[in-house]
């Protein structure tokens, strides 16, 4: 990659690398598994709802995708199509299983964090600071039409979902260029910082409240049904009607609806995954 002259007077930076942009892929996925308590979801504390992974599993998978991230930021700074992306998808996914046993930890990640980092691949040809939501835009403009046109996996559980209740979920999310990271998770991040100063875990579980309560998660359609869809959403809204992480208890409080989670086997995996994304595209608005 050609590195373009410094200016003095444009704010101008040498672009990122496709290494570069895969590493901070990577990190937020970390980032995300190492919050807690997130309801239902596996962290550094405990399994929540899963009884098949832990955060050790989490890590080995994250660490299995950076090349593939890698090549997704290829991708896109070459301008390639949504059929390079899926292999490249496809591949990735492979390697994901191949070190968790069979485990699928990062399937959604790989979709929705992938075509960030090709959308970042692309963008980070130039020189000047990433404007806030170029990413989604990108995405939306670039592989909205191929997404929502794309192969539907019949037998997945999201896909299931998404035929019984008629919802959208990650295709069209991502299609739409991820207005609930836009209008929710990143919205939620920043104020949770200013709540909670110099506590990025705690921003972190506000953030992920917050998804929870907006996102059409199909995880939760696929564990809980309609019953369990709206207990999830009723309770993450209640968390943050009352202070969320404002509160002096807010640790107890959210580990209280964590509990209630598992106990239901609830788990908003689709909200996991927006958490990373959320995280990953925090990092580079601000880079």
Same mark, same amino acid.
């Given at each position: 990659m050609?590195?373009?002259a410094? !200016?003095?007077?444009?704010?101008a930076r040498?672009?990122?690398s496709? +290494?570069?942009?895969?590493?901070?892929?990577?990190?937020s996925l970390?980032r995300?598994?190492?919050t807690?308590?997130?309801? $239902?979801?596996?962290?550094h504390?405990?399994? $929540?709802?899963?009884?098949?992974?832990? /955060?050790?599993?989490?890590?080995a998978? /994250?660490?299995?995708?950076l090349? =593939?991230?890698a090549?997704?930021a290829?991708? $896109? %700074? *070459?301008?390639?199509g949504?059929?390079?992306?899926r292999?490249?998808g496809?591949?990735?996914?492979?390697?994901m299983?191949e070190?968790?046993g069979?485990v699928?930890t990062h399937?959604?990640?790989?979709f929705?964090?992938?075509l960030?980092? %090709?959308a970042? #691949?692309a963008l980070?040809q130039? /020189?000047?600071?990433?404007?806030?939501g170029?990413?989604?835009? &990108?995405v939306?403009?670039?592989? +909205?039409?191929a997404i929502?046109a #794309?192969p539907?996996?019949l &037998?997945?559980? #999201?896909a299931? %979902?998404?035929?019984?209740y008629?919802?959208?979920?990650?295709p069209?999310? %991502?299609?739409a260029?991820?207005p609930t990271? =836009?209008?929710? +998770?990143?919205?939620?991040l920043?104020?949770?910082?200013?709540l909670r100063?110099?506590d990025e @875990? *705690?921003?972190?579980?506000?953030t992920?409240?917050a998804?929870?309560? &907006?996102?059409?998660d199909t995880?939760l359609?696929?564990? $809980? #049904?309609?019953?369990g =869809?709206a207990?999830?959403?009723?309770s993450?809204t209640?968390?943050?009607?009352?202070g969320g992480?404002?509160?002096?208890d807010w640790r107890?409080?959210? @580990?209280a609806?964590h509990r209630a989670?598992v106990?239901r086997n609830?788990?908003?995996?689709g !909200?996991?995954d927006?958490?990373?994304m959320t995280?990953f595209?925090?990092?580079l608005?601000a880079a």
């Amino acid at each position: 990659m050609i590195a373009h002259a410094r !200016s003095p007077v444009r704010d101008a930076r040498i672009p990122l690398s496709p +290494g570069d942009i895969a590493e901070r892929a990577v990190e937020s996925l970390r980032r995300e598994v190492e919050t807690y308590p997130k309801p $239902g979801l596996v962290s550094h504390v405990d399994r $929540g709802s899963h009884a098949d992974m832990d /955060a050790g599993t989490f890590r080995a998978s /994250a660490t299995a995708l950076l090349p =593939y991230f890698a090549e997704l930021a290829d991708a $896109g %700074a *070459a301008g390639a199509g949504m059929p390079t992306l899926r292999q490249i998808g496809i591949e990735a996914e492979t390697a994901m299983r191949e070190v968790t046993g069979g485990v699928n930890t990062h399937r959604g990640a790989i979709f929705g964090l992938g075509l960030l980092t %090709a959308a970042a #691949g692309a963008l980070a040809q130039t /020189a000047c600071r990433l404007p806030p939501g170029a990413l989604g835009r &990108h995405v939306s403009e670039r592989y +909205g039409d191929a997404i929502l046109a #794309g192969p539907v996996l019949l &037998h997945a559980p #999201g896909a299931a %979902a998404r035929r019984r209740y008629g919802i959208g979920g990650a295709p069209a999310e %991502a299609a739409a260029g991820f207005p609930t990271l =836009y209008a929710i +998770g990143l919205p939620a991040l920043r104020r949770a910082r200013h709540l909670r100063l110099g506590d990025e @875990e *705690a921003a972190r579980v506000e953030t992920c409240f917050a998804l929870i309560a &907006h996102l059409e998660d199909t995880n939760l359609l696929h564990r $809980g #049904g309609e019953a369990g =869809y709206a207990f999830a959403r009723a309770s993450a809204t209640a968390f943050l009607a009352g202070g969320g992480v404002a509160r002096d208890d807010w640790r107890a409080q959210a @580990e209280a609806v964590h509990r209630a989670f598992v106990a239901r086997n609830l788990s908003p995996g689709g !909200s996991a995954d927006l958490l990373a994304m959320t995280l990953f595209v925090d990092g580079l608005e601000a880079a």
